[in-house]
């Protein structure tokens, strides 16, 4: 073989040549898949870093397999496309809201002429989210890039989940973070939202970094980075307010609610005494009429709210007495028994919504192994919450108390099936690591019970084993 240049094989060189002039293509048509590329690379090794070479080799097939699949539905979706009859293709409705104003921003930021009507809407405050922005500073760098959104939600999320894994790897363990980490590349609704170009994966990458940050101010103690981390956490809280209407609400209630359910968990006393003392500070607090009055005006808000989301398209579905719908000014004079069951049914259909027998579209029926394990994951949530606690009782409250507060909001709020799916993902990327605590529980203790069974039938007990060695 020829020397080539500087000793290096001219092969070398030549498949080098090749592939440069191959990346340079591949950046002229879209400079966000090179991006994306590099991007992903990074990722991958910040994630297998300071893992043995067994769960190294694990956790970057599932990486690499799931980039590979998103990277394919984006690249079909732009094949499928007639480009003839429409700018670029799209997963969801919505997605056109948010390329054509990202578009028109770019537009206008660069100095592109736009149409006045566009450049009226494109600054419209009825949906806003500073998502619009992000995507327009995105096509400012690069240029029009609606298929590039899709990679850049996808890189979004994958981020989100790793930052999930790394947090939950050294308290959870192998077996569990694994499984975690799966059902949250591979579940359907999940892959779906998360090569969307909406802002779910941002918003999902802000709260998964918001409960990282937590965790290490909880666990620091150098005053010094605990000050930093703290800063840091409040301005983020405050940017996912932006990104969604009522997210600095939902992620920072859920932060709190985990700090303080730790700080009860922790001290025996307390829980003793919140369990006795709450009901009678409710029962006091109730009795004043105005702490009464603001209790049902926030209940028959949020009952209006649901009403409303019965009267769009799809499939739907209720929570209020039937009068209620009847009559939408009834909802002034709900009375105490009518909101209880409002709030019990909400929570009870939140779980349970769709019911499989009542699937009636494809869609709906195609749904349905998915529900399944949504139940599997509800069923496995009580056991891996009490097994969680005792690995690690900070992370596991924050999970759960940001999983409360967004699902609490979402059930008395919605009424349409379409739209609960979609929102419920908002709930599933946290308690998914400790219902798959509780599995890994069960399936140890099946493993340790089947061994003991085979010991005495040997004439010898095994030794015992514990679901967190898993």
Not at 326 to 347: L, S
Request: proline share 4%; net charge positive; charged share 15%.
């Amino acid at each position: 073989m020829n020397a080539g240049w500087f000793g290096v094989p001219a092969r070398t060189w030549l498949m080098a040549t090749l592939a440069g002039i191959g990346v340079g293509i591949v950046y002229a048509l879209s400079p966000l898949t090179v991006w994306f590329a590099l991007g992903m690379y990074a990722l991958v090794h910040y994630a297998v870093q300071d893992l043995d070479d067994t769960e190294r080799r694990q956790v970057t097939i599932l990486l690499v397999v799931a980039i590979a699949f998103r990277t394919i539905a984006v690249a079909v979706l732009f094949v499928t496309t007639n480009h003839e009859q429409v700018p670029f293709g799209r997963f969801f409705g919505d997605e056109e809201f948010y390329l054509r104003h990202s578009i028109w921003l770019r537009n206008i930021a660069v100095g592109i002429p736009v149409h006045t009507s566009d450049f009226a809407f494109a600054f419209d405050t009825l949906s806003w989210t500073s998502y619009l922005y992000v995507l327009a500073f995105l096509q400012v760098l690069v240029g029009p890039a609606p298929y590039g959104a899709h990679l850049f939600g996808a890189a979004l999320y994958l981020t989100a989940a790793v930052v999930l894994f790394r947090t939950a790897r050294p308290v959870f363990g192998r077996a569990s973070s694994l499984m975690g980490l799966t059902v949250l590349l591979y579940l359907p609704s999940l892959f779906a939202w998360s090569i969307s170009a909406l802002k779910e994966p941002l918003y999902f990458l802000a709260t998964a970094c918001a409960i990282a940050l937590t965790v290490k101010l909880a666990r620091d103690r150098r005053l010094r980075i605990r000050l930093i981390v703290l800063a840091a956490l409040v301005v983020l809280v405050s940017a996912i307010g932006t990104i969604r209407d009522g997210g600095a609400v939902l992620a920072g209630g859920g932060i709190l609610a985990g700090l303080a359910g730790a700080w009860i968990v922790r001290r025996p006393w307390a829980a003793a005494a919140l369990v006795v003392l709450l009901p009678i500070a409710a029962g006091l607090t109730l009795r004043v009429p105005r702490t009464q009055i603001r209790a049902y005006n926030l209940l028959q808000s949020a009952a209006r709210l649901h009403r409303a989301f019965i009267e769009t398209p799809g499939w739907v579905y209720t929570l209020l007495d039937q009068r209620f719908y009847d009559d939408g000014q009834a909802i002034t004079d709900m009375r105490f028994d009518e909101a209880a069951r409002y709030v019990v049914r909400a929570a009870e259909r939140y779980v349970t919504v769709p019911l499989p027998w009542e699937a009636k579209s494809p869609a709906a029926v195609a749904y349905l192994p998915e529900q399944v394990v949504w139940y599997v994951l509800v069923a496995l949530l009580p056991i891996g919450l009490l097994f969680s606690l005792r690995r690690d009782v900070v992370l596991t409250m924050i999970l759960c108390g940001v999983t409360a507060v967004s699902a609490s909001a979402i059930a008395l709020l919605n009424g349409n099936v379409g739209s609960l799916v979609r929102l419920r993902v908002l709930a599933i990327p946290y308690l998914t690591w400790l219902s798959m605590v509780g599995l890994c529980e069960l399936l140890a203790r099946a493993s340790q019970h089947r061994e003991s069974a085979v010991g005495v039938a040997q004439g010898f007990s095994p030794p015992r084993s514990t679901g967190q060695q898993a």
